[in-house]
T-cell receptor, first 113, second 112 residues
């Protein structure tokens, strides 16, 4: 079991460029999440998908879009990157909702110049 | 909005001693609390959780205490080892069951 995988590991974008962060889990979990972590801070929820076919906004959704492609995959898209989106992005999954243990991927370090 | 905070940003302990990491939460409606460990360059890793109908829960070398009266959560690590060096986050489950709110984290240093 690979658990939760994320690609890419690192990315540098120029302001205004777009990109998609990929996430996949092989644990047959229903719920998936995208978080961002800024230096010296905890994680903040961007979007989540309670189950396949549904997505909802978290605490900081502005500037992002998501797609729950199937039960395994949940992608995060930045349509027009801004320096304020420089952060480390983590994907996570859980069996059923956030009242179950969340398993995190290794993260994507994104820098927007 | 609700927030989860930590009393100390860093904690330094001697190898073999017990560690106590504290956390305050503000949402009295939260009913699920979690401690995560994050090592440098990695994603958070679940340590232990507790639900609001409990005061104490024990795992392997770790104990979580919940005091709902003063909205306080603590993580106790017994016989701290060098491998315990990491940032520890407390988190609470917000309304709706899908929105977890993380605290800023406490960095634990273990001195050999």
């Amino acid at each position: 079991n690979a658990g939760v995988t994320q690609t890419p590991k690192f990315q540098v974008l120029k302001t205004g460029q777009s990109m998609t962060l990929q996430c996949a889990q092989d644990m047959n979990h229903n719920s998936m999440y995208w978080y961002r972590q800024d230096p010296g801070m905890g994680l903040r929820l961007i979007y989540y998908s309670a189950s396949e076919g549904t997505t909802d906004k978290g605490e900081v959704p502005n500037g992002y879009n998501v797609s729950r492609l199937n039960k395994r995959e949940f992608s995060l898209r930045l349509e027009s990157a801004a320096p304020s989106q420089t952060s480390v992005y983590f994907c996570a999954s859980s069996e059923e909702g956030a009242t179950y243990e969340q398993y995190f991927g290794p993260g994507t370090r994104l820098t927007v110049t | 909005g609700e927030s989860v905070g930590l009393h100390l940003p860093t904690l330094s302990v001697q190898e073999g001693d017990n560690s106590i990491i504290n956390c305050a939460y503000s949402n009295s409606a939260s009913d699920y609390f979690i401690w995560y460990k994050q090592e440098s360059g990695k994603g958070p890793q679940f340590i232990i959780d507790i639900r609001s109908n409990m005061d104490k829960r024990q795992g392997q070398r770790v104990t979580v205490l919940l005091n709902k009266t003063v909205k306080h959560l603590s993580l106790q690590i017994a016989a701290t080892q060098p491998g315990d060096s990491a940032v520890y986050f407390c988190a609470e489950n917000g309304p709706g069951g899908f929105k977890t709110i993380f605290g800023a984290g406490t960095r634990l240093f273990v001195k050999a």
